[in-house]
């Protein structure tokens, strides 16, 4: 059995991160978990992967405009993953480890510039340290981490296969 087409594939891997975005947005509309900064930084990388597919989806590139869209999902499913895994490392931190909290991501980005407040970012905060969610045992950055190394895998796959 043949494999589905890289535009179909691409496609599919839009409609996953369509689909994490939207159990985000339930999760902070409906389960009312607001996210902390860590967790938007999560989300701005899945909406990118999502970007990179459904452009990828649209553009159907050949010969080395695969090779671009494969270095693109490699760093945006890259970046995320760090991130979730920074955050999955502050939520598995002993309690006297846990940093203070802090004020939210809007505050810092309207008061500071934009390096001094990612710094803040990843320092951490303690609302960044509870898990207030879990599935399965893992805690939603464990599941963000899982999912953007999966689609950052996909991605590349689905680019450079013949």
């Known amino acids: 059995m043949a494999l ?3 535009r179909i594939l691409n496609f599919a891997g839009f409609a ?6 939207g159990f985000a947005l339930f999760a902070q509309h409906v389960l009312l978990l607001d996210p902390c900064p860590l967790c938007v930084l999560q989300r701005v990388a899945t909406i990118a992967v999502g970007i990179v597919f459904l452009v990828a989806a649209l553009h159907h590139p050949g010969g080395w405009g695969r090779g671009v869209y ?9 970046g995320g993953a760090a991130v979730a ?5 502050l939520q598995n931190l002993p309690p006297s480890e846990v940093p203070a909290c802090g004020p939210g991501l809007d505050y810092m980005l309207d008061n500071f510039p934009v390096t001094e407040a990612l710094q803040m970012v990843f320092k951490g905060s303690g609302e960044c340290a509870d898990v207030v969610w879990s599935f399965l045992g893992l805690s ?10 999966g689609m950052g ?7 450079l296969r013949k």
């Open 4 to 6: 589905p087409g890289r």
């Open 16 to 21: 996953i991160c369509a689909g994490l975005m």
């Open 70 to 78: 494969a270095a693109l999902a490699i760093l945006a499913a890259g």
């Open 85 to 89: 895994g920074w955050h999955w490392r």
């Open 140 to 149: 939603m950055p464990a599941w963000v981490f899982l999912w953007m190394l």
């Open 153 to 159: 895998v996909a991605g590349t796959w689905n680019q």
